[in-house]
């Protein structure tokens, strides 16, 4: 803008100049300048028809509170200087409608690949949709200028920090008989369909298990244990309501909280289970846990399909059973935010979200 006015004063005064003293050299000035003015035009569309950037990495990972440095990539694939470029940025939590912008200023050499350091700091924790927006090539003096739209997304994750939760395992829960596909390797059981292990006969051990072709090529006595079934007695549902008025990124990061917490949780009581959510698409999620590793994949794919701000059409309990109406948990969890805390479907607390943080923090949750 300061190049333009300045550029149109020059301009008229030389107008001025040429009408109030008819000066001789005024035409030949005022076309110079003129011409210049057009040299200008083209220097800023071909600095445009050559100048690129893009997200060196289209997705990011960051824990909560800390700082993270995304990289952008500019290209200038011309044989001249880019003086003047702007490049605007936009940020977006997943579930909030408002957006917060960046703008960004550099200069690129001739035939120069440029990598600019863009600095975030995520208070809170969710997927951040961070958007190339478009850039803005200009002259050299920043008269004219070209808008390029870029149109290029990347996914910044942060995951939340979670918060301690005393976790016991009822009795009920721990007998309670699971059926699934998937055998433990340290502890062998009763289910014949599947070999644990084979170890030397017992006094004591059921003729009915013992390894006939084995013992009879052996010449010794050889005993099969059979596989234990690891199922899961807990399914944990995920089915935020938010109060009216919407949601915001605190409110988000508020419920990410305790919903990695819970998780977490459960493992740490050596309680296997299922977590199930609507991914932003409308259907239905869900993860087995099992090991410390299934909870980073689990909050993994919860950030990256979570609809934060989508409303189910029924509630997650009957989309559940509808869709594997042949399993049975003992015990089902249903973490609703500012809906409550439900366990087999009678609530057992209801507040706000930090209220429901404080509770889970001082309680003994008995699953």
């Avoid at 470029?85 to 408002?98: N, P, T, V």
């Avoid at 200023?105 to 478009?134: F, M, N, P, T």
Wanted: aromatic share 12%; proline share 2%.
């Amino acid at each position: 803008m300061r190049g333009k006015i300045v550029y149109a004063g020059i301009l008229a005064v030389t107008v001025y100049l040429n009408m109030l003293y008819h000066w001789e050299l005024g035409n030949f000035v005022l076309a110079f300048e003129g011409m210049f003015l057009l040299l200008l035009l083209c220097n800023a569309g071909i600095s445009w028809s050559g100048v690129s950037a893009e997200w060196k990495h289209t997705k990011l990972f960051v824990e909560e509170g800390e700082a993270l440095q995304s990289q952008i990539f500019v290209r200038n694939r011309l044989c001249i200087p880019v003086c003047k470029l702007r490049i605007d940025l936009s940020y977006q939590y997943a579930g909030e409608e408002k957006k917060r912008k960046e703008r960004l200023w550099v200069a690129v050499r001739a035939k120069e690949k440029k990598q600019i350091a863009v600095k975030h700091l995520q208070k809170y924790s969710g997927k951040v949709c961070a958007e190339l927006v478009d850039c803005r090539v200009y002259d050299v003096l920043g008269i004219w200028s070209f808008r390029k739209r870029m149109k290029k997304k990347a996914e910044i994750l942060i995951f939340p920090k979670t918060y301690p939760i005393v976790t016991e395992v009822t009795v009920q829960t721990s007998n309670f008989s699971l059926e699934g596909e998937r055998f433990s390797e340290e502890v062998s059981g009763d289910d014949p369909s599947e070999l644990f292990a084979l170890r030397d006969y017992q006094p004591g051990d059921r003729m009915a298990r013992i390894h006939w072709k084995l013992s009879a090529r052996k010449g010794e006595w050889y005993v099969k244990e059979f596989g234990r079934p690891v199922g899961t007695a807990v399914l944990l549902l995920l089915e935020p309501v938010w109060k009216e008025g919407g949601q915001s990124a605190a409110e988000i990061s508020r419920y990410l909280q305790t919903a990695v917490s819970l998780v977490r949780s459960l493992l740490n009581a050596e309680c296997s289970h299922v977590v199930s959510w609507i991914m932003e698409n409308g259907e239905l999620e869900r993860a087995r846990i099992f090991t410390e590793e299934d909870v980073y994949l689990f909050a993994i794919r919860f950030l990256e399909t979570w609809g934060a701000g989508r409303a189910s059409q029924e509630s997650l309990t009957e989309s559940y059973r509808s869709i594997y109406p042949q399993e049975r948990y003992h015990t089902i969890l249903s973490w609703r935010g500012e809906g409550g805390f439900f366990k087999n479907e009678e609530q057992v607390f209801a507040g706000h979200l930090i209220e429901s943080q404080e509770w889970l923090r001082q309680c003994v949750l008995e699953v």
